[in-house]
């Protein structure tokens, strides 16, 4: 093999070996620690709003829509009172 088509072909095996590392860390599920006032703020605006994340996380200083709403879903993956949206 010559040395420019080694290079080449180095450069793609450490960017396919990127691409996939960063597959698998956004396939990890991340867990989310949300304080009893955090949880007790997002169930008491959710049952006012519903699913409105972006107001919701706007109560939360440091919490974004999505983190919001990755830990309400994941919370609502068993059944619960809190989980519905009416009063």
């Known amino acids: 093999m010559s040395e420019s088509n080694h290079n080449t072909t180095e450069a793609n095996t450490t960017s396919s070996d ?3 590392k960063e597959m698998r860390q956004q396939e990890e599920p991340t867990i989310l620690h949300f304080s009893e006032d955090e949880e007790d703020l997002v169930a008491r ?3 006012l709003v519903g699913k409105r994340w972006s107001l ?3 109560r939360i200083p440091g919490r974004t829509a999505q983190e919001v709403e990755k830990y309400w879903t994941s919370k609502c993956a068993f059944p619960s009172d809190q989980c519905s949206s009416s009063a």
């Open 18 to 20: 990127q691409f996939v």
């Open 45 to 47: 605006m959710f049952r």
């Open 56 to 58: 919701i996380a706007g």
